[in-house]
């Protein structure tokens, strides 16, 4: 939040010095202290200029409500409308949502309001969103088990993006909402929220419920399931072999339309499915002897949190018809289930009766006809398979 600087700052925040606690640090698993019949300890991250703040904590006067932000000119404001309402359940930390860990002890949060974070677009800056995986496992170590985080945005990409996120840090999601307001007012507003509502974009709303840890991410359930593979992303290096191997087979590709080039590797390395991040895909090759022998193009949350897209499988054809295609695919599949999918999607080119055959014998089924993405869209078969 960028906000000019306010006139008197310190003496205003000297005014509601009660309300401001000095060494966070130091009420680390004492924090109930302040209020001994709290029955839940609410906390606020980047309150702003608290109209959400004053508004909960005054209708929930049995709780004792934390508030985190970082700016001081903004807290102030936060701070004086608590004053002013002459709350006495409401503290306010000016620090950083990523040091909980200084402040709270394991297990001494009931509940975590993030609203209207900043969404630092662009991608280079996801790890900053208070939303990315990392934060929400940070979160995990002061939350108590089944505590919610409640999560309001008016940002659709984050708010999809962030759906995804959550899962993969343990928190189940409910209530998850892209039009708050559809049918009149719904809680408390936030400041951001009253403006952003006014100019008539819907607000997103979810909650994640902190339940255990997914029990292995995607990668290393591979790496666990097929430890005669080495995997590699193909990124930089190794592009060249991965081209040749692609090479090694014109009539899968004349299915396609295209035969492989330097420059066709690089657009399906970086090619992605609509609302997905970079993050979320993994361009793998499977390498034995040397040399790579299958590649696997993988996009995890598409097109629902919990699903796995196979956007593209190819195995050596001197590997063929030996079962390895199966034996890939089947640890595939139940890696995508160790790390929380439940389903799986792919789609199949309608002209490769082979590879469609092949999809059956997995489980998979035909959901519908459609078209790849891409520069050249080719007709499919969309395929799908619970996991
Ligand atoms: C877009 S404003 C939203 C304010 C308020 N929640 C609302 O909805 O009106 C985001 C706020 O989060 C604060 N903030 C961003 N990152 C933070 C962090 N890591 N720790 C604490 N506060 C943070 C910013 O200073 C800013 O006040």
């Known amino acids: 939040m960028r906000m000019r600087k306010k006139k008197n700052l310190s003496s205003r925040m000297d005014a509601c010095g009660a309300l401001l606690v000095q060494n966070p640090a130091a009420e680390k698993g004492r924090w109930r202290a302040h209020k001994p019949d709290a029955a839940l300890l609410r906390l606020e991250l980047g309150c702003g200029k608290g109209r959400f703040t004053a508004e909960t904590a005054a209708a929930h006067p049995s709780d004792l409500y934390v508030a985190v932000e ?13 004053r002013a309402l002459g709350l006495t359940n409401v503290l306010f930390i000016d620090g950083d949502a990523a040091a909980l860990e200084q402040y709270f002890a394991p297990g001494e949060v009931d509940l975590i309001y993030i609203n209207f974070c900043d969404p630092w677009p662009s991608v280079k800056h996801s790890r900053r969103r208070l939303t990315h995986e990392g934060f929400l496992r940070g979160y995990r170590r002061v939350l108590r088990e089944g505590g919610q985080i409640q999560f309001k945005t008016d940002n659709r990409a984050l708010f999809d993006w962030s759906l995804f996120q959550f899962p993969k840090a343990g928190f189940s999601l409910s209530q998850v909402t892209r039009n708050l307001h559809e049918h009149g007012i719904q809680g408390v507003m936030t400041d951001y929220e009253e403006k952003f509502h006014a100019l008539g974009t819907p607000i997103n709303r979810c909650v994640g419920t902190m339940g255990p840890l997914p029990d292995v991410p995607l990668p290393d359930g591979l790496a666990r399931r097929l ?59 499977l390498w034995r002897d040397d040399a790579p022998q299958a590649v696997l193009d993988l996009v995890e949350g598409y097109p629902r949190e919990r699903t796995l897209y196979v956007g593209f499988f190819f195995l050596s054809p001197a590997l063929r018809r030996q079962g390895l295609g199966r034996e890939i695919m089947d640890a595939v599949l139940q890696a995508a289930g160790d790390a929380g999918m439940d389903n799986a999607r792919l789609a199949c080119l309608l002209n490769n009766a082979g590879g469609h055959a092949f999809w059956r014998s997995l489980g998979f089924g035909d959901l519908r006809r459609g078209e790849t993405i891409g520069e050249h869209s080719n007709p499919v078969w969309e395929m799908e398979r619970l996991l």
């Open 227 to 285: 430890p005669d593979w080495e995997l590699r992303p193909v990124d930089g290096s190794g592009t060249d072999a991965v081209l040749a191997l692609l090479q090694s087979d014109p009539a899968y590709f004349d299915l396609e339309g295209r035969q492989p080039t330097a420059q066709s590797l690089r657009d399906d390395m970086a090619l992605l499915p609509p609302r997905c991040m970079p993050e979320q895909k993994r361009y793998l090759a």
């Open 70 to 82: 970082r700016v001081p000119d903004a807290m102030v404001i936060a701070m004086e409308r608590c």
